[in-house]
């Protein structure tokens, strides 16, 4: 799925950079998400790329793109070894090029991931977010400082929107790890913890997922991923132990919110400035 935009433009270059996935669907919804940055910018050349997994990959397109201006937008919720490092050496050699912001911390993320979350909840046939409910918002993980602090950032902006404490929950390289955090919520809710993927899941992926046996008024374990689109991770969430799963932030096949669209093309904006 290497798109280019065949209209060549005066503005830099727009080089919309993702993490990567052998997962088709989350192929497919990534570039749903360049597709409508392409049509909300018809006079810029929006460049698909991507760090890891697929190609051509961001060394090979700046330097496809050497002689000219362009702006890495990091397709990606937090900024960590990817954005500080595998981007700025992909764009060191060339003084034309600058990476952007990656996409979050924002607080229009959590209003998406709470959209999310709801839809999750009417999917399984399950009531609504209740006080006795625990809502973990996992994130990929990172062992950067800064990554993790975004995420804690997030994890505030999800609560902000959904009215309810909400703590992170790491994949990988931090803490607390997923099966930690959905032990320490059962233990809160005075309920067994048991072995991630044993408490009633089905095994489908990329679904809402419910747990038959853990009524609304004992409290819920929520599971909302802060994960761009599905692929590994979202396919680990889905075997966490929550009792409602949450579908990533892009889904497919589904509409591209908004708001991500919206802050690939700010950011593309605020960097083209220094490009």
Same mark, same amino acid.
């Given at each position: 799925?290497?798109?280019?935009?065949?209209?060549?433009?005066?503005?830099?270059?727009?080089?919309?950079? !993702?993490?990567?996935?052998?997962? +088709?669907?989350?192929?497919?919804?990534?570039?749903?998400?360049?597709?409508?940055?392409?049509?909300?910018?018809?006079?810029?050349?929006?460049?698909?790329?991507?760090?890891?997994?697929? +190609?051509?990959?961001?060394?090979?397109?700046?330097?496809?793109?050497?002689?000219?201006? !362009?702006?890495?937008?990091?397709?990606?919720?937090?900024?960590?070894?990817?954005?500080?490092?595998?981007?700025?050496?992909?764009?060191?050699?060339?003084?034309?090029?600058?990476?952007?912001?990656?996409?979050?911390?924002?607080?229009?993320?959590?209003?998406?991931?709470?959209?999310?979350?709801?839809?999750?909840?009417?999917?399984?046939?399950?009531?609504?977010?209740?006080?006795?409910?625990?809502?973990?918002?996992?994130?990929?993980?990172?062992?950067?400082?800064?990554?993790?602090?975004?995420?804690?950032?997030?994890?505030?902006?999800?609560?902000?929107?959904?009215?309810?404490?909400?703590?992170?929950?790491?994949?990988?390289?931090?803490?607390?790890?997923?099966?930690?955090?959905?032990? !320490?919520?059962?233990?809160?809710?005075?309920?067994?913890?048991?072995?991630?993927?044993?408490?009633?899941?089905?095994?489908?992926?990329?679904?809402?997922?419910?747990?038959?046996?853990?009524?609304?008024?004992?409290?819920?374990?929520?599971?909302?991923?802060?994960?761009?689109?599905?692929?590994?991770?979202?396919?680990?969430?889905?075997?966490?132990?929550?009792?409602?799963?949450?579908?990533?932030?892009?889904?497919?096949?589904?509409?591209?919110?908004?708001?991500?669209? +919206?802050?690939?093309? +700010?950011?593309?904006?605020?960097?083209?400035?220094?490009?």
């Amino acid at each position: 799925m290497d798109c280019v935009n065949p209209h060549p433009a005066s503005a830099p270059v727009l080089l919309a950079c !993702a993490h990567g996935t052998r997962d +088709e669907r989350g192929q497919r919804a990534v570039a749903a998400l360049v597709e409508q940055v392409r049509a909300a910018l018809p006079e810029v050349d929006v460049v698909d790329t991507w760090v890891d997994v697929q +190609e051509p990959d961001l060394v090979a397109r700046t330097r496809e793109h050497a002689e000219h201006p !362009a702006v890495v937008v990091p397709l990606l919720l937090s900024a960590g070894y990817h954005v500080f490092v595998d981007m700025a050496r992909a764009v060191q050699s060339s003084p034309q090029h600058v990476v952007a912001a990656a996409l979050g911390p924002d607080r229009r993320l959590a209003g998406v991931m709470a959209r999310r979350l709801t839809e999750a909840l009417d999917a399984a046939g399950a009531p609504g977010l209740a006080p006795a409910d625990r809502v973990l918002m996992v994130a990929a993980g990172s062992s950067d400082p800064r990554s993790r602090d975004d995420c804690e950032l997030m994890a505030r902006y999800l609560g902000d929107a959904l009215g309810t404490p909400v703590t992170a929950a790491y994949l990988s390289a931090a803490r607390p790890s997923v099966p930690d955090a959905v032990a !320490a919520a059962r233990a809160e809710l005075g309920q067994h913890s048991e072995r991630p993927g044993s408490h009633g899941r089905a095994s489908r992926p990329y679904a809402a997922q419910s747990s038959e046996t853990t009524p609304a008024d004992a409290g819920r374990v929520l599971l909302v991923p802060y994960l761009l689109a599905p692929g590994f991770f979202h396919g680990r969430v889905l075997t966490a132990g929550g009792d409602v799963v949450a579908e990533p932030l892009l889904v497919h096949p589904g509409s591209v919110p908004p708001e991500l669209m +919206e802050l690939t093309v +700010e950011h593309y904006r605020e960097a083209a400035s220094r490009a």
